[in-house]
């Protein structure tokens, strides 16, 4: 039971970070229906710039929790930016034209671009990025738990509702949400959609940097981190529902523990089945995601 326990954190913790960056899938397509698939590429620069903040202010004698936590505001602006540059470049125009496969071209071409940005920058070995918490676990009724787990959750999970109440209590928020509703009578009331979306992809590529720097810490860090987290927070969006905030969470909580406990109880080699025959079963059974609403188009 012992191993339940500690297999269950482990799965908990990749699962938010599932859950973190699929929460980016899920705020661009609220307002654009079209989604960054560079999500991964997102995630990994976010990791190297903050590495190379981190590393940075440790040379200047700082301690490693204090260049962390200095280094984040940085992170941010970084993804705000990045995830600004792929909206301006490869969805917009795509928007325009209303070309449907536009975007999807647009954003994995810019993802590849990035990734070789990141390769020329920062190199191709993995890098070892300093924990700003101890790396030996607390012992919580005898299950270890590493302190950077348990910020990955907290870390998560403030992201998560600083958006909900951003949205539910700024005015800027209740624009995103008119958008989000109905983006052709948002425009009729005078907001500023394409403005929107723009944020809405800037903050989906902040949540990526963000992911990025909680779990850089506990895993080793480099340009191809970022793809397969990439691809899991895909499924576990389409499984959870792109329209829902709530069932992305679950999506990367079901997807993280089903990986961590098929990887100890029968084989790592087969840890990724169980979410991709849950996906196909999701896709076959309810496509809008097991929290997802199916949307009514009027023709």
């Known amino acids: 039971m012992q191993n339940f326990f500690q297999i269950l954190v482990s799965g908990i913790s990749v699962g938010m970070i599932y859950g973190v960056i699929a929460f980016g899938y899920q705020l661009t397509f609220a307002t654009s229906k079209t989604l ?5 590429e997102a995630l990994t620069l976010g990791a190297l710039v903050g590495l190379t903040c981190v590393n940075f202010l440790i040379g200047l004698h700082l301690g490693t929790l204090a260049a962390y936590l200095i280094a984040l505001p940085f ?7 990045q995830g600004a540059v792929v909206e301006r470049l490869g969805v917009r125009q795509a928007m325009k034209t209303k070309s449907e496969a536009g975007w999807i071209m647009a954003t994995i071409a810019l993802g590849i671009i990035f990734k070789n940005m990141a390769e020329n920058i920062w190199g191709k070995d993995p890098l070892k990025f300093p924990s700003p918490l101890s790396e030996n676990p607390l012992t919580i009724a005898g299950v270890n738990i590493r302190p950077m787990e348990i910020a990955i959750v907290l870390g998560a999970l403030a992201m998560m509702l600083a958006v909900e109440a951003f949205n539910r209590r700024s005015i800027y928020g209740k624009a995103v949400v ?15 959609t394409p403005l929107v979306i723009t944020f809405s992809y800037a903050l989906s590529s ?18 191809n981190m970022g793809a397969a ?11 959870g529902g792109l329209s829902s905030g709530l069932g992305v969470v679950v999506g990367g909580l079901i997807l993280g523990i089903t990986e961590s406990m098929t990887g100890f109880y029968f084989d790592t080699g087969y840890k990724d089945v169980p979410g991709l025959i849950l996906l196909l079963l999701v896709l076959s059974l309810k496509p809008a995601g097991l929290f997802g609403k199916t949307a009514i188009k009027k023709v």
Request: neutral net charge; without cysteine.
């Open 206 to 223: 902040l949540a990526a940097a963000l992911a990025g720097v909680l779990i850089a810490p506990i895993t080793l860090t480099g340009a």
């Open 178 to 192: 008119a958008t989000s509703n109905d983006r052709d009578a948002a425009g009729l009331m005078g907001i500023n």
């Open 36 to 40: 960054n698939f560079g999500q991964g």
């Open 229 to 239: 987290l990439g691809l899991k927070a895909f499924a576990v969006a389409i499984i």
């Open 75 to 81: 992170v941010f602006a970084f993804g705000l930016a």
